[in-house]
């Protein structure tokens, strides 16, 4: 008797089979997985051909009993919306499989579908069909070497069902043999051999004793911090109880508290105490009792009592000779809430209970919760340290994240016991570790959407900046409704003063994602709060530093009066701490002619007034180029302000001020030029003499070079003989910093490419320059260095050799790899390549080097460092000049417009119009998915070029 498999599963689901023996052969034993592979199909609806191709795919696929299959028309009525019906749908499934006609391209619905698959690293199946349009489509070109997709080109459409259900089938059973190989590993969930504990008496723990500890029965709170972690609750195994106890029953209802905006009025706190004093002794209890005080006054935005609870909490815990760690642990509660006081009030901080932090000798352990963290930690070297040195032939399905959060649970509860308020406030900042632990682990969209949350909650601007530049995605792929998610969890901070700040960054951080309703509301919100703010005399001062950091988030969205009514407000208020950002803020995003003609006099009176007051004038010299912004942008409205400048900062005026203003260039420019030159030959002689070095903030030779570049500038050749002269031996024998004389070379590259008459009459000096190169060298000085390693010279000098047409291919490719992994020279080196070819519109490299140079850009462009993919974004734009490139060129402008931050899709849409070598379905592409974007910035851009075209 034979068996003959009829179906088979994946490692979770099951199998059916049939006798083949004659005599036993009868119906067919039928095993019907309990659980089964969701599958979406995606195709444009409505449309006979592709109605009847998903019937008929959806028939074959469900006919194997492994799957479900999710088409738009095959589900009934829903109380939900049709359009959050169908992506809730897409957004559960294991694959989507995508149905494409090239003939009938990608419309607006199905690249939807397309966006939330990548989004959500959905795996996809795409199937595209030739049959009438043989060129393929945009996206089936980007889709080569994409991670989670698979695409196939059939010649038939009617082949389509059958194919792409076959490809399913085959998937699953690829997967499934690869588990029995070995060659897909289940994960064994990072499990410890960790004690479990309850948290009755743990207070009575001495460190050295303790093991490797988590608290019992906490499912409850576990599971909450995992669906906050993960977006989805964890579903429990057949027959699995669920293991919980009364403290973390009254954790769980203390938890929305502090993620769901609840008032703390929705926590019974004297019941709480009442469970709290029939475990705890009762000296431990009086002091916990007083210490919820504080936690309760804190949480009802009362600083002044909480600070006064925890001050009797502390002397009681003196009186009664409570453990060292119980009266330190209230030492760092007083000390912190101090602060949060002395902020609130605008008063000086000069804390006792630091400084008797600071003279104790015994050092600060909190029993059990220490363990946990520390544990918590190993844990995180130990996945990392995994992930780094696992087989790269494996792949690892499944995680088990119950001890995580466990530990993350059992902190909680643990500090809630004790009446811990630093503890209890340093849940998020546990529950961030965890999150970037998992985001450097896996690749999943809600990692990075909450550690974006929580940093901005946190109110640290760096880390917000740094996560917008290491996750571009983040810019790309937040959505108006996740971008409102973010304001709102910034309710969570019951002092009035700290929930503002963090209002104010995520408004400046998600602003231009919001619909128009949300935004409109915001807005509303936001700029009564900053009117209240400089209308107040008591308001919490520290809050102007985040104010111009907010508005320039929103500065394209928002009303340009209104920005120019707060500016005025400022100096109304004579709020001179904060000029030095709105001088910059003016410079960034005001513009005098996009506003009404009384908000322009106003804003102008207002800085004339500030000109008039020796006091606020002195703001002005730490950032005085927003005047030239200003007079470039209205001369008749700021002639009155131009006398003022003149009369008040004069060396100003007659300098940057001057260069950036004057309307005869060809009289004012070879001045400045001479002056320049003379300035850098000073600075030659100067620099690094009896060992002194200074940092030269004015930039001569960059800013020569900007002059040089102008339309119509011509230099006497005289001058041009002195400027090579001495610019030369800034590189040569000069002691100035590697920044230096980097801007010394990209200033003679651009005499070579668009000056070479003097180029040819000077060639002696760069010559001398490329026989002398092993002897150039930089000064070592860390204090002008700016990080940049030296090889960035060494390269440098290559690119200009590359000018003066010698061949130094082998050297470039030499040195290339020696400033991989250095941020800082990596960015001096690609901005320098940028300098080169952006001299004028046809230059190229070499082909040789070319080819070296494009191979590093297609490796800049997924650096987590926002700088270096810029840079290598404006090289790659440049290198479609070459038609060799057409191919590489276009797919990776594809990627890029799908992956990457505001920032790089602007300065697409800004160039692929002025650039030769971008394809017509390429520019569509790109239009197309701007034009849909969730970004108010990137739709606008977006209009303004297509209306550009339009004008042309």
């Known amino acids: 008797m034979g068996v003959r498999l009829t179906s088979i599963s994946t490692p979770i689901g099951g199998a059916s089979w049939e006798y083949t023996k004659a005599e036993e052969r009868s119906t067919p034993l039928l095993i019907s997985p309990r659980q089964k592979i969701k599958v979406f199909i995606s195709s444009i609806c409505g449309v006979e051909k592709y109605d009847k191709v998903r019937a008929e795919l959806k028939t074959a696929i469900e006919s194997t009993q492994l799957a479900d299959v999710y088409t738009f028309e095959s589900k009934g009525a829903s109380t939900l919306p049709a359009g959050d019906h169908y992506k809730l749908a897409l957004k559960d499934s294991d694959i989507c499989i995508f149905l494409i006609d090239n003939a009938d391209g990608i419309k607006q619905g199905v690249q939807a579908e397309i966006d939330v698959v990548k989004k959500y690293n959905i795996k996809a199946l795409y199937y595209f069909c030739d049959e009438i349009q043989k060129e393929k489509t945009v996206l089936e070109q980007s889709l080569m070497g994409a991670h989670f997709a698979k695409s196939k080109t059939v010649h038939s459409f009617s082949e389509l069902s059958q194919d792409s259900a076959k490809a399913l089938i085959d998937d699953i059973v690829a997967v499934f043999h690869y588990y029995c190989t070995g060659r897909i590993v289940l994960n064994s969930g990072e499990t410890d051999e960790i004690q479990a504990v309850d948290v009755v008496g743990t207070e009575k723990y001495q460190l050295p004793t303790i093991p490797k500890s988590t608290l019992k029965n906490v499912d409850k709170c576990k599971d909450y911090f995992l669906k906050f972690v993960l977006g989805y609750s964890r579903d429990r195994y057949l027959g699995e109880d669920e293991k919980t106890s009364e403290f973390d029953d009254w954790a769980i209802q203390f938890l929305p508290i502090l993620f769901e905006g609840k008032s703390i009025k929705h926590f019974n706190v004297a019941m709480y105490l009442d469970a709290l004093k029939a475990q705890q002794d009762d000296g431990h209890y009086q002091v916990v009792q007083i ?35 119980v009266i330190k642990d209230i030492l760092v509660d007083l000390r912190n809430q101090h602060w949060t006081y002395c902020t609130a009030k605008n008063q000086s901080y000069d804390s006792t209970a630091q400084k008797e932090l600071t003279e104790s ?72 570790n965890f999150i970037f632990y998992l985001s450097c682990k896996f690749d999943d969209w809600i990692f990075r959407l909450n550690l974006y949350k929580l940093a901005i909650f946190a109110g640290k601007e760096k880390e917000i900046k740094g996560i917008q530049n290491t996750y571009p995605e983040i810019l790309n792929q937040l959505t108006a409704a996740e971008a409102e998610s973010i304001m709102a969890f910034c309710q969570n901070h019951p002092i009035k003063y700290k929930k503002l700040t963090s209002q104010l960054l995520a408004f400046g951080s998600v602003g231009d994602f919001l619909d ?222 590697i920044s230096t004389k980097l801007d010394a070379i990209a200033l003679l590259i651009c005499i070579v490419v668009k000056y070479p008459e003097d180029y040819t009459q000077n060639k002696s000096v760069y010559e001398k320059l490329f026989e002398q190169q092993k002897t150039i060298e930089v000064s070592d000085n860390s204090i002008i260095s700016s990080n940049i390693d030296s090889i960035s010279l060494k390269i440098g000098l290559q690119i200009l050799y590359t000018a003066m047409g010698k061949d130094v291919c082998a050297e470039i490719l030499e040195l290339m790899p020696y400033i991989q992994g250095d941020v800082a020279t990596t960015i001096a080196v690609t901005h320098l390549i940028v300098e080169y070819l952006e001299i004028s519109d046809n230059i190229m490299f070499p082909s040789k080097v070319e080819a070296i140079i494009l191979q590093n850009v297609l490796q800049w462009l997924h650096s987590e460092y926002a700088d270096i993919r810029w840079n290598a974004t404006r090289i790659l734009l440049t290198m479609s000049r070459n038609p060799e490139n057409y191919g590489i060129v276009n797919h990776q402008l594809v990627n890029l417009i799908d992956s990457n931050s505001v920032y790089i ?48």
């Open 361 to 432: 000798r015994e050092e600060l352990y909190y029993p059990i919760l220490d363990r946990i963290h520390e544990s918590l930690h190993e844990k995180y070297i130990e996945g990392l340290y995994k992930k780094k040195t696992e087989s790269p032939y494996s792949v690892t399905i499944g995680n088990n994240l119950d001890q995580y959060g466990q530990m993350l649970a059992s902190s909680l509860i643990v500090s809630m016991y004790n009446g811990s308020l630093t503890h209890i406030l340093l849940i998020y900042e546990k529950l961030r």
């Open 905 to 952: 899709k602007n300065l697409i849409m800004r160039h692929i119009h002025k650039i030769n070598g971008i394809s017509k379905e390429t520019k569509e592409y790109i239009i197309s998915k701007c034009n849909q974007d969730a970004n108010f910035v990137v739709r606008m851009v977006c209009n303004e070029v297509e209306k550009d075209i339009y004008e042309e």
């Open 516 to 737: 128009d309703k949300s935004y409109k509301s915001c807005e509303k919100y936001i700029i009564g709060e900053i009117k209240s703010w400089l209308n107040s005399d008591t308001d919490v001062v520290a809050i102007g530093q985040h104010i111009f950091k907010c508005l320039s988030g929103v500065a394209y969205r928002m009303s340009q009066d209104m920005l120019s009514e707060i500016c005025c407000q400022f100096i109304d208020s004579q709020y001179r701490r904060w000029y030095r950002d709105m001088f910059k803020f003016i410079a960034n995003y005001i513009d005098l002619r996009k506003m009404s003609t009384d908000s322009a006099k106003a804003l102008v009176e207002h800085i004339n007034c500030v000109l008039d007051s020796e006091k606020e004038r002195e703001q002005i010299k730490y950032y005085p180029y927003f005047l030239c912004v200003l007079r470039k942008q209205n001369r008749a409205l700021t002639e009155k302000m131009d006398k003022k400048i003149a009369e008040h900062l004069s060396s100003f005026y007659e300098g940057i001020y001057k260069l950036e203003t004057t309307e005869d260039e060809n009289q004012d420019m070879p001045v400045f030029v001479k002056e320049y030159v003379e300035r850098i030959q000073k600075s030659n002689e100067t620099q690094g003499k009896d060992g002194f070095y200074f940092e030269n903030d004015s930039c001569e030779i960059a800013t020569i070079r900007s002059i040089l570049l102008g339309k119509e500038f011509k230099c006497d050749a005289d001058t041009m003989d002195m400027l090579i002269s001495v610019v030369s031996d800034t590189i040569l024998i000069s002691k100035e910093g």
């Open 291 to 325: 210490r919820w005080q504080a936690i309760q006054a804190y949480f009802s935005g009362d600083i002044e009592k909480c600070v006064g609870h925890l001050e009797t909490a502390l002397s009681l815990a003196k009186e009664t000779n409570q453990p060292t760690w």
